[in-house]
């Protein structure tokens, strides 16, 4: 009872809010930046643009359709909406601090930039989160009126897989955010290793090295896609000749469900502990 006395008299008489109380106010205004800047705004926009081309390609197609196969029309283009949520909603998320001079304002409190980095995760999260939720709900709603049968659970582990890779994804983008030193190096980075330079290291593994890349975060992440088919794809090998007595063998390998989640999951642990390494270490500079 003293010391919480001692400590609220420290503080004009009023004892400070817990890190959980800190972490969802830091949360909050994030959100409020993302309103403000409209990034938001802008994914949103881009989703609608996507949801109304697939349903009217779908909706136009005169071949039968069943629910999950309509779904599945719009699963594909998931991946890419993940990466664009990493990169607007955590590519900068830290590093905009030190660049805007932010953090003068920030840092000086007393808030553990534990906190600080809670707060932000949990804000770019939540707007990830909004997204592909939106976005499911939408493809759910299109498979129903446009597609024969009924939906089946894989709809649902679909978009778990999504929210998990969402998760994973945004992790490296925090730990990129924590260590660049530009917003705009940051982004261009972060959109960068999603879109392209993972794609090539696992083609480079898998596809022509015939080792199977599970260890990889985007070839995890394909599980979103994959289990909305039925049966789940298994691994082939392709051989093509090229020339006489000469062929070119190309591999084709799957994601295994579970050991994909768990992949994910150390992805976005390894990651936040990294990121908050570096930005405890990181001091504004003048």
């Known amino acids: 009872m003293m010391e919480a006395n001692v400590e609220a008299v420290k503080n004009g008489g009023r004892a400070l809010p817990s890190d959980l109380q800190q972490t969802v106010v830091v949360a909050k205004y994030d959100i409020m930046k993302y309103l403000r800047s409209r990034r938001l705004l802008g994914i949103l926009i881009i989703e609608a643009l996507v949801l109304v081309l697939i349903t009217a390609l779908v909706g136009t197609s005169e071949r039968p359709h069943t629910v999950d196969g309509v779904i599945e029309q719009y699963v594909g283009f998931v991946s890419i909406l993940i990466v664009l949520g990493a990169t607007l909603f955590g590519g900068d998320a830290i590093v905009s601090e030190y660049q805007s001079r932010t953090g003068f304002l920030l840092f000086p409190n007393p808030v553990r930039k534990s906190s600080i980095l809670a707060g932000k995760f ?165």
């Open 122 to 286: 949990a804000s770019s999260v939540g707007a990830m989160g909004l997204v592909l939720v939106t976005y499911y709900a939408v493809a759910i709603a299109a498979g129903l009126v446009m597609g024969d049968g009924g939906l089946s659970d894989r709809v649902f582990a679909s978009l778990g897989l999504s929210l998990l890779y969402g998760i994973s994804a945004m992790a490296v983008a925090f730990l990129i955010s924590s260590i660049m030193k530009g917003s705009t190096g940051a982004l261009i980075l972060t959109f960068a290793l999603f879109f392209l330079i993972l794609n090539i290291i696992t083609s480079l593994i898998g596809q022509l090295g015939g080792t199977k890349p599970w260890f990889m975060i985007d070839f995890a992440g394909g599980t979103l896609s994959y289990i909305m088919s039925d049966p789940y794809p298994v691994d082939t090998t392709m051989s093509f000749e090229i020339a006489p007595g000469q062929s070119f063998t190309t591999y084709l390998f799957y994601p295994e469900v579970y050991l994909s989640i768990g992949v994910m999951v150390a992805y976005a642990v390894a990651a936040m502990v990294l990121a908050y390494i570096f930005f405890r270490r990181r001091e504004m500079a003048a």
